[in-house]
């Protein structure tokens, strides 16, 4: 198996690093020839999806990949990576790729104070720690989107066919269960195929 990491801004090293602890194989995606590589699954870090969904555009990246997701690629988008599959976000007028049927909040917890962590339950998981960075969180959900996980009553993490979304960053502590996770989707979606 292997995954590729989106790697024009955000944190991404810290996703491989996650990767490579569970015997993983990554690359990064930077430019429109690294899609030319084969890849089961993909990873939109967390950073600033403003910024994220520019570069998205200006590299060429943004088309190949939002076709590749309505595929059925299996995708997990922690933060930004969330806010760039959100269908809608109900604070800003922009939306990036829309995959995702959910309505998203965008810097949800304030943008000074947004930073908190804590431990809580994740559906098929169990309790992981969740850091929250200038989180978003989702505000709303389609019918058939399943929610993982809510922290004081705020959904923060969801699930929709081949799409993980999730408003806490997995990868900057030492519990690799999240990416495990999106592992066994990948193989799942591939027995499918
Ligand atoms: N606040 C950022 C945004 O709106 C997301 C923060 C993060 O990814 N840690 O894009």
């Known amino acids: 198996m292997v995954i590729a990491v989106l790697a024009v801004q955000g944190a991404f090293i810290e996703h491989e690093t996650m990767l490579n602890k569970i015997g993983v194989e990554c690359f990064e995606i930077r430019k429109k020839t690294d899609l030319e590589r084969s890849f089961d ?3 939109l870090p967390g950073g600033e999806s403003t910024v994220q969904g520019k570069l998205l555009k200006e590299l060429d990246l943004f088309n190949p990949l939002k076709r590749k997701i309505e595929q059925g690629l299996p995708v997990l988008g ?3 990576g969330l806010i760039l599959l959100a269908k809608q976000l109900s604070n800003d007028e922009h939306s990036y790729f829309g995959t995702l ?3 998203v909040k965008r810097n949800a917890y304030g943008r ?3 930073s908190f962590c804590v431990e809580a339950q994740m559906k098929e998981i169990g309790t992981i720690p969740m850091n929250f960075i200038r989180a ?4 709303r959900v389609d019918s058939g989107v399943e929610v993982l996980a809510k922290v004081n009553q705020n ?3 969801v699930q929709w066919k081949n799409q993980i979304g999730i408003s806490f960053h997995p990868e ?3 519990c690799t269960k999240v990416h495990e996770y999106f592992c066994e989707l990948i193989y799942k979606i591939k027995g499918k195929r």
């Open 41 to 43: 699954g993909l990873i």
């Open 78 to 80: 922690t933060c930004a």
């Open 101 to 103: 049927p959910v309505i």
């Open 112 to 114: 000074q104070l947004g």
């Open 136 to 139: 978003p969180y989702i505000e």
């Open 155 to 157: 959904i923060v993490a």
């Open 172 to 174: 900057v502590t030492n």
